[in-house]
C-alpha cells in the first residue's frame, strides 16, 4: 500500500461544532503532517509527530488538536473553528523526519466553516 | 534563513514543446531540493529530489530537474509538454540533516499546456 488516505473529502462545519479529520498510511512511515492550503498557495505545515510524538506545532491555534494514535494514524481533531480556517487539510507521511526524505501527501479534506 | 523563489507565477507551453519551470533556493548548509505536483483537487505528488551526487535528476512522468550550485537552481524540465501536464508545480528546500521535518515550499507555478 503506498498510498495516504484522508476522511471525510469534504466537511461542512459550523463555528461552534466538533469534527475530527482522520489520516492513515501503511507504507511503515514514522513521521505524519499536517498542513494547511488555501487556493493556489502552497501548504502550511501545522503539525509533524515523529514515532508518534509531536516534535513541531507551528504555533497551530489551540482549536486545532492533533492526534497520533499509532504509527499509522493521525488525527486532527476540530472545535469552535472560525470561517477564515476554510481550506484544504492535507495530511502527508514520509519514513522518517530527516531531511532527505520525501514526503507522500493524502488528497486532503476540504473544509467549509460557515 | 532559508527560502525558496518560483519567479514565475504561470508557465504557458504547446504541447509537444519542450518546458521549464524555474525555482531558485537560499540555504545556509546544504540544499535538500525536491519538487511536487498538484492537480486541481488534489493533494501534492512526490515528482523527484537532490540530496547529493548526479546534479541532473530524474523523476517521474518524464521529468527532471537540474540542479546547479553556482546559481542556486533547481529548475524542472520536461522535453516533451503533455496537455496532461498541466497542473500547480511547488518546489520546496530542507535546509541540513536537522530541520526536523519542515519543507519550505516556493509560491508555486501554475504550469498551461496548451494542444
Redesign the interface.
Known amino acids: 500500500d503506498t498510498e495516504?488516505t484522508?476522511t471525510p473529502k469534504h466537511l461542512v462545519m459550523g463555528m461552534t461544532n466538533k469534527k475530527s479529520l482522520k489520516c492513515e498510511q501503511h507504507m511503515g512511515h514514522r513521521?505524519m503532517?499536517w498542513y494547511k492550503q488555501k487556493a493556489?498557495?502552497?501548504?502550511e505545515?501545522m503539525f509533524?509527530y515523529?514515532y508518534e510524538k509531536l516534535?513541531?506545532n507551528e504555533s497551530v491555534p489551540s482549536r486545532f488538536s492533533p492526534e497520533c494514535p499509532n504509527s499509522s494514524l493521525l488525527n486532527l481533531h476540530l472545535h469552535a473553528l472560525q470561517p477564515e480556517d476554510s481550506a484544504l487539510y492535507?495530511c502527508?507521511s514520509?519514513q522518517g523526519?530527516?531531511?532527505?526524505n520525501?514526503?507522500?501527501?493524502?488528497?486532503?479534506t476540504?473544509l467549509t466553516v460557515l | 534563513a532559508q527560502s525558496v523563489a518560483q519567479p514565475e507565477d504561470q508557465v504557458n507551453v504547446a504541447e509537444g514543446n519542450p518546458l521549464t519551470v524555474k525555482c531558485t533556493y537560499s540555504v545556509s548548509g546544504n540544499p535538500?531540493l525536491?519538487w511536487?505536483v498538484q492537480y486541481p483537487?488534489?493533494?501534492?505528488?512526490?515528482l523527484l529530489?537532490y540530496?547529493t551526487g548526479d546534479n541532473l535528476v530524474k523523476g517521474s512522468y518524464g521529468f527532471e530537474a537540474e540542479f546547479n550550485k553556482s546559481q542556486t537552481s533547481f529548475h524542472l524540465k520536461k522535453p516533451s509538454a503533455l496537455v496532461s501536464d498541466s497542473a500547480?508545480y511547488?518546489c520546496a528546500v530542507?535546509?541540513?540533516?536537522?530541520?526536523?521535518?519542515?519543507?519550505i515550499?516556493?509560491?508555486?507555478t501554475?504550469l498551461s499546456v496548451k494542444p
Do not use: H, M, T, W
Open positions: 495516504v484522508q513521521a503532517y493556489k498557495k502552497p501548504p505545515l509533524v515523529s516534535s513541531i492535507l502527508a514520509s523526519s530527516g531531511s532527505g520525501e514526503q507522500f501527501f493524502g488528497p486532503g476540504r | 535538500y525536491f511536487y483537487n488534489r493533494g501534492l505528488q512526490f529530489k540530496i500547480l511547488f530542507r535546509d541540513s540533516p536537522n530541520q526536523g521535518g519542515k519543507l515550499f516556493g509560491q508555486g501554475e
